[in-house]
């Protein structure tokens, strides 16, 4: 009687187990893609170790953060701000209507 029932909950736990794991999400990148895979990548702290950070820079037409190597730039004239960032098309061509309507 007792056999059963620690053997009963022996298969119980392993069922519980397997279940889990099959229903639960992937916690670790490793998980959702092989080292072949070139899916999207979360980066922690811990990845950034002995790495620099990418600089972010601001559109300020929609106030978005955008990484500095992904942004369109636009040669805004001289000065400390003679470069502008921008997150899309849309947002560079209304901050050129915008300059050229204060003209």
Request: net charge positive; charged share 30%.
């Amino acid at each position: 009687m007792i056999l059963k029932f620690v053997l009963y909950f022996v298969l119980f736990y392993m069922a519980f187990k397997v279940a889990g794991k099959l229903f639960s999400p992937a916690t670790n990148k490793r998980d959702t893609f092989s080292k072949k895979d070139k899916g999207p990548s979360v980066s922690s702290d811990s990845d950034l170790i002995g790495k620099e950070r990418e600089e972010m820079v601001l559109d300020e037409v929609c106030g978005s953060y955008v990484a500095k190597s992904m942004a369109l730039r636009l040669d805004a004239g001289s000065g400390t701000e003679a470069e502008r960032f921008f997150c899309s098309e849309e947002c560079r061509g209304k901050f050129i209507e915008t300059k050229n309507k204060k003209h």
